[in-house]
Protein backbone atom coordinates (compact mmCIF):
# COMPACT_ATOMS: atom_id res chain seq x y z
CA UNK A 1 0.00 0.00 0.00
CA UNK A 2 1.36 3.19 -0.52
CA UNK A 3 1.48 6.19 1.87
CA UNK A 4 -0.99 8.97 0.85
CA UNK A 5 -1.19 12.77 1.77
CA UNK A 6 -4.01 11.66 4.35
CA UNK A 7 -1.23 10.19 6.92
CA UNK A 8 0.13 12.50 9.38
CA UNK A 9 1.86 10.42 11.86
CA UNK A 10 3.24 11.87 14.84
CA UNK A 11 6.86 11.88 15.19
CA UNK A 12 7.95 8.32 16.04
CA UNK A 13 11.24 9.14 15.15
CA UNK A 14 14.59 9.22 17.56
CA UNK A 15 14.72 12.60 18.21
CA UNK A 16 18.64 13.64 18.95
CA UNK A 17 17.65 16.19 20.96
CA UNK A 18 15.00 16.48 23.63
CA UNK A 19 13.41 19.61 22.93
CA UNK A 20 11.86 21.91 26.02
CA UNK A 21 8.73 22.17 25.43
CA UNK A 22 6.74 18.80 25.83
CA UNK A 23 4.08 19.50 22.92
CA UNK A 24 3.55 16.90 20.23
CA UNK A 25 5.20 17.17 16.53
CA UNK A 26 4.38 15.56 13.60
CA UNK A 27 6.62 14.39 10.69
CA UNK A 28 5.78 16.00 7.69
CA UNK A 29 5.06 13.48 4.30
CA UNK A 30 8.03 13.99 2.46
CA UNK A 31 9.27 13.33 -1.36
CA UNK A 32 13.08 13.33 -1.86
CA UNK A 33 13.89 13.58 -5.73
CA UNK A 34 17.04 13.22 -7.22
CA UNK A 35 18.07 14.93 -10.33
CA UNK A 36 22.14 15.03 -11.40
CA UNK A 37 22.46 18.38 -10.21
CA UNK A 38 20.41 18.48 -6.77
CA UNK A 39 18.69 16.80 -4.11
CA UNK A 40 14.73 18.13 -3.92
CA UNK A 41 13.03 17.91 -0.78
CA UNK A 42 9.09 18.81 -1.19
CA UNK A 43 7.67 18.61 2.27
CA UNK A 44 3.68 19.23 3.26
CA UNK A 45 3.60 21.42 5.89
CA UNK A 46 -0.13 22.64 5.95
CA UNK A 47 -0.51 25.91 8.19
CA UNK A 48 2.94 26.86 8.02
CA UNK A 49 4.15 30.23 6.93
CA UNK A 50 7.12 30.84 4.74
CA UNK A 51 8.63 32.98 7.82
CA UNK A 52 7.77 30.51 10.18
CA UNK A 53 9.91 27.55 8.70
CA UNK A 54 13.28 26.30 10.13
CA UNK A 55 16.21 24.78 8.30
CA UNK A 56 19.32 23.42 8.73
CA UNK A 57 21.91 21.69 7.79
CA UNK A 58 25.07 20.65 9.82
CA UNK A 59 27.47 17.57 9.27
CA UNK A 60 24.93 16.10 6.67
CA UNK A 61 21.81 16.53 8.99
CA UNK A 62 18.96 18.32 7.64
CA UNK A 63 16.74 19.75 9.83
CA UNK A 64 13.44 20.88 9.04
CA UNK A 65 11.04 22.34 12.04
CA UNK A 66 8.07 24.48 10.95
CA UNK A 67 5.84 26.44 13.29
CA UNK A 68 2.29 26.23 13.18
CA UNK A 69 0.10 28.52 15.14
CA UNK A 70 -3.09 27.37 16.85
CA UNK A 71 -5.41 28.15 14.74
CA UNK A 72 -8.51 26.08 16.39
CA UNK A 73 -10.26 27.63 19.69
CA UNK A 74 -9.69 25.76 22.61
CA UNK A 75 -11.60 23.15 24.64
CA UNK A 76 -13.75 23.03 21.40
CA UNK A 77 -16.01 20.14 20.66
CA UNK A 78 -15.11 18.38 18.05
CA UNK A 79 -17.77 16.45 15.23
CA UNK A 80 -14.83 15.44 13.72
CA UNK A 81 -11.47 14.91 14.73
CA UNK A 82 -9.40 13.77 12.20
CA UNK A 83 -5.86 15.10 12.81
CA UNK A 84 -3.96 16.48 14.90
CA UNK A 85 -2.60 20.54 14.49
CA UNK A 86 1.35 20.74 15.94
CA UNK A 87 4.57 21.66 14.71
CA UNK A 88 6.06 19.76 12.04
CA UNK A 89 9.66 18.43 12.39
CA UNK A 90 11.90 15.88 10.53
CA UNK A 91 15.59 15.31 10.49
CA UNK A 92 17.75 13.71 7.28
CA UNK A 93 20.88 12.40 7.16
CA UNK A 94 22.00 13.21 3.81
CA UNK A 95 24.60 11.05 2.08
CA UNK A 96 25.37 12.96 -1.00
CA UNK A 97 28.13 15.50 -0.90
CA UNK A 98 25.74 18.98 -0.92
CA UNK A 99 26.82 22.53 -1.62
CA UNK A 100 25.72 23.92 1.27
CA UNK A 101 26.19 27.70 0.73
CA UNK A 102 23.56 27.01 -2.05
CA UNK A 103 20.87 25.42 -0.17
CA UNK A 104 17.95 27.65 -0.67
CA UNK A 105 14.02 26.90 0.26
CA UNK A 106 10.84 27.96 -0.71
CA UNK A 107 7.14 27.99 0.93
CA UNK A 108 3.99 28.54 -0.28
CA UNK A 109 0.22 26.48 -0.44
CA UNK A 110 1.40 24.57 3.09
CA UNK A 111 4.29 22.95 1.11
CA UNK A 112 8.22 23.44 1.80
CA UNK A 113 10.48 23.19 -1.17
CA UNK A 114 14.10 22.42 -0.41
CA UNK A 115 17.11 22.73 -2.99
CA UNK A 116 20.08 21.13 -1.75
CA UNK A 117 22.55 21.32 -5.08
CA UNK A 118 25.51 18.67 -5.25
CA UNK A 119 28.99 19.73 -4.31
CA UNK A 120 30.72 20.17 -7.99
CA UNK A 121 32.41 17.24 -6.80
CA UNK A 122 29.41 14.96 -6.71
CA UNK A 123 28.15 15.64 -9.89
CA UNK A 124 28.59 13.27 -12.65
CA UNK A 125 30.64 13.99 -15.21
CA UNK A 126 30.24 13.07 -18.64
CA UNK A 127 33.49 12.02 -20.05
CA UNK A 128 33.92 11.97 -23.84
CA UNK A 129 36.20 8.72 -25.36
CA UNK A 130 37.53 9.98 -28.71
CA UNK A 131 38.12 7.59 -30.91
CA UNK A 132 41.97 6.63 -31.51
CA UNK B 1 -41.26 -4.95 23.26
CA UNK B 2 -39.33 -1.77 21.19
CA UNK B 3 -35.83 -0.97 22.07
CA UNK B 4 -35.38 2.49 22.16
CA UNK B 5 -31.99 3.91 21.62
CA UNK B 6 -31.43 7.12 23.87
CA UNK B 7 -29.38 9.59 21.44
CA UNK B 8 -27.60 12.52 23.93
CA UNK B 9 -24.74 13.33 21.72
CA UNK B 10 -25.81 15.78 19.23
CA UNK B 11 -23.32 14.53 16.77
CA UNK B 12 -24.16 10.65 17.24
CA UNK B 13 -26.11 10.85 14.17
CA UNK B 14 -22.90 11.98 12.36
CA UNK B 15 -20.62 9.98 13.65
CA UNK B 16 -22.59 6.87 12.67
CA UNK B 17 -23.07 8.39 9.21
CA UNK B 18 -19.04 8.38 9.27
CA UNK B 19 -18.87 5.31 10.38
CA UNK B 20 -21.05 4.19 7.42
CA UNK B 21 -19.54 6.09 4.79
CA UNK B 22 -16.01 4.00 5.87
CA UNK B 23 -17.82 1.01 5.64
CA UNK B 24 -18.84 1.55 2.01
CA UNK B 25 -15.55 3.48 1.18
CA UNK B 26 -14.02 -0.15 2.78
CA UNK B 27 -16.27 -1.95 0.89
CA UNK B 28 -15.58 -0.47 -2.39
CA UNK B 29 -11.80 -0.10 -1.86
CA UNK B 30 -11.68 3.74 -1.96
CA UNK B 31 -10.55 3.75 -6.08
CA UNK B 32 -13.03 6.19 -6.81
CA UNK B 33 -10.62 8.56 -4.10
CA UNK B 34 -7.71 8.18 -6.57
CA UNK B 35 -6.00 7.31 -3.63
CA UNK B 36 -5.34 3.68 -1.69
CA UNK B 37 -5.07 4.02 1.72
CA UNK B 38 -8.23 2.71 3.14
CA UNK B 39 -10.44 4.71 6.08
CA UNK B 40 -11.74 7.91 5.74
CA UNK B 41 -10.82 9.58 2.48
CA UNK B 42 -9.00 12.61 1.49
CA UNK B 43 -8.87 15.34 2.92
CA UNK B 44 -9.09 14.74 6.33
CA UNK B 45 -11.22 16.56 8.18
CA UNK B 46 -12.01 18.76 11.82
CA UNK B 47 -15.37 19.80 12.14
CA UNK B 48 -16.58 22.28 15.06
CA UNK B 49 -19.96 23.89 15.78
CA UNK B 50 -18.92 27.29 16.20
CA UNK B 51 -23.16 29.34 17.24
CA UNK B 52 -24.80 28.89 14.42
CA UNK B 53 -22.12 27.64 12.01
CA UNK B 54 -20.27 24.35 11.60
CA UNK B 55 -16.48 24.65 11.17
CA UNK B 56 -14.84 22.17 8.50
CA UNK B 57 -11.11 22.31 8.24
CA UNK B 58 -9.19 20.49 6.34
CA UNK B 59 -5.48 20.43 5.33
CA UNK B 60 -4.76 20.50 1.69
CA UNK B 61 -1.07 21.01 1.32
CA UNK B 62 -0.23 22.32 -2.42
CA UNK B 63 -3.66 22.23 -3.66
CA UNK B 64 -4.38 25.42 -5.48
CA UNK B 65 -7.63 27.27 -5.06
CA UNK B 66 -8.65 26.71 -8.79
CA UNK B 67 -8.12 22.80 -8.31
CA UNK B 68 -10.67 22.79 -5.15
CA UNK B 69 -14.34 22.41 -5.84
CA UNK B 70 -16.55 22.51 -2.88
CA UNK B 71 -20.21 22.31 -3.19
CA UNK B 72 -23.12 22.02 -0.40
CA UNK B 73 -26.76 20.58 -0.95
CA UNK B 74 -28.59 20.37 2.42
CA UNK B 75 -26.78 18.42 4.77
CA UNK B 76 -23.81 17.25 2.72
CA UNK B 77 -20.72 18.63 2.09
CA UNK B 78 -18.91 17.97 -1.33
CA UNK B 79 -14.95 18.17 -1.49
CA UNK B 80 -13.88 17.82 -4.86
CA UNK B 81 -10.24 18.41 -5.94
CA UNK B 82 -6.70 17.08 -7.35
CA UNK B 83 -3.37 17.39 -6.35
CA UNK B 84 -1.18 17.10 -9.36
CA UNK B 85 2.24 14.92 -9.82
CA UNK B 86 4.79 17.25 -10.36
CA UNK B 87 6.00 16.44 -14.10
CA UNK B 88 9.70 16.18 -13.38
CA UNK B 89 11.45 13.66 -15.58
CA UNK B 90 15.00 12.49 -15.30
CA UNK B 91 15.01 11.93 -11.55
CA UNK B 92 15.05 9.51 -8.79
CA UNK B 93 12.75 9.49 -6.14
CA UNK B 94 14.37 8.59 -2.79
CA UNK B 95 11.23 8.69 -0.78
CA UNK B 96 8.37 9.59 -2.52
CA UNK B 97 5.24 10.15 1.18
CA UNK B 98 2.98 12.52 -0.56
CA UNK B 99 0.37 11.28 -2.65
CA UNK B 100 -1.57 13.12 -5.79
CA UNK B 101 -4.45 12.43 -7.76
CA UNK B 102 -7.94 13.49 -7.84
CA UNK B 103 -9.98 12.79 -4.57
CA UNK B 104 -13.50 13.74 -3.16
CA UNK B 105 -15.16 13.42 -0.13
CA UNK B 106 -18.75 13.79 1.08
CA UNK B 107 -19.43 15.19 4.57
CA UNK B 108 -23.19 14.59 6.52
CA UNK B 109 -23.51 17.71 8.44
CA UNK B 110 -25.65 17.27 11.70
CA UNK B 111 -28.40 19.97 10.25
CA UNK B 112 -29.14 21.85 7.47
CA UNK B 113 -26.93 24.78 6.74
CA UNK B 114 -27.94 27.85 4.20
CA UNK B 115 -25.98 27.07 1.12
CA UNK B 116 -25.75 30.51 0.19
CA UNK B 117 -23.85 31.27 3.45
CA UNK B 118 -21.01 29.17 3.05
CA UNK B 119 -17.67 31.08 3.00
CA UNK B 120 -14.49 28.97 2.18
CA UNK B 121 -11.03 30.39 2.55
CA UNK B 122 -7.46 28.69 1.92
CA UNK B 123 -4.55 29.88 3.38
CA UNK B 124 -1.38 28.01 3.38
CA UNK B 125 -2.13 24.82 2.46
CA UNK B 126 -5.12 24.43 5.00
CA UNK B 127 -8.97 24.88 3.94
CA UNK B 128 -11.17 26.49 6.14
CA UNK B 129 -15.19 26.35 5.38
CA UNK B 130 -17.77 28.31 7.32
CA UNK B 131 -21.46 26.63 7.01
CA UNK B 132 -23.98 28.62 8.58
CA UNK B 133 -26.93 26.73 9.82
CA UNK B 134 -30.42 27.36 7.91
CA UNK B 135 -32.88 29.20 9.41
CA UNK B 136 -35.04 26.69 9.60
CA UNK B 137 -33.15 24.71 12.57
CA UNK B 138 -31.93 27.84 14.30
CA UNK B 139 -33.59 27.77 17.73
CA UNK B 140 -36.18 30.62 18.13
CA UNK B 141 -36.78 32.38 20.84
CA UNK B 142 -40.74 32.84 21.71
CA UNK B 143 -41.63 35.31 23.58
CA UNK B 144 -44.18 35.26 26.13
CA UNK B 145 -46.67 37.38 26.96
CA UNK B 146 -48.57 37.79 29.95
CA UNK B 147 -52.07 37.41 29.59
Redesign the interface.
Known amino acids: MTTCAIDKPANTEVVRAERTQSERYYRPNVDIIESTEELTVHADVPGVKADDVGISFENGTLTIHGKVNKRTPENVNYALNEYGVGDFYRTFQVSEKIDSAKISAECADGVLTLHLPKAEAARPRKIDVKTG | MMMIRRVNEP?AG??FR?EMDRLWSNFFGQQANG????????????????GEA?IA?A??????LEDLEISVVDDELTIKGE?KA?G?E??????????VGSFSRV?HL?AEVDPEKVEAT?S???LTIKLAKAQAVLPRKIEVTAG
Open positions: FLRNCECAGRGYPNLNVWEDYEEVPGIKRCCDVTYHRRERGLPLNGV
